[in-house]
């Protein structure tokens, strides 16, 4: 099994920053509390509680900051509230879809 915590964005993709989010969970928490807690799948747009935390100064932002710059900013979120009573088994996987305004040509970045 691959250890998560060794990939590198650059060559895999994605990156695991365990614990990242722990000296921020109660702010998270109570900013999330307005959401309905029999929906398994919300998506978050619109809460300005959260909008600190999204900042590249914040604990969240700060993370994509590490990888993405200090330019980088959320543009969708989904909240899966995994509970005893909403709760399904998903293994590691990675979304390859990204909302953008418009698209553009790269070159050397592609499918």
Do not use: Y
Request: glycine residues 10%; neutral net charge.
């Amino acid at each position: 099994m691959t250890d998560f915590t060794a990939n590198d964005f650059a060559t895999d993709g994605a990156r695991l920053f365990k614990g990242a989010l722990r000296p921020c969970m109660a702010k998270l928490e109570a900013a999330l509390a307005c959401l309905p807690p029999d929906q398994a799948g919300v998506r978050i747009q619109g809460i300005e509680a959260l909008e600190p935390l999204l900042a590249s100064e914040g604990c969240i932002g700060a993370v994509a900051a590490t990888v993405l710059g200090m330019g980088a900013k959320p543009v969708r979120a989904i909240l899966f509230n995994k509970s005893p009573e909403t709760n399904w088994s998903l293994a590691w996987h990675q979304d390859r879809t990204i909302c953008v305004k418009e698209k553009g040509e790269v070159s050397g970045f592609g499918p």
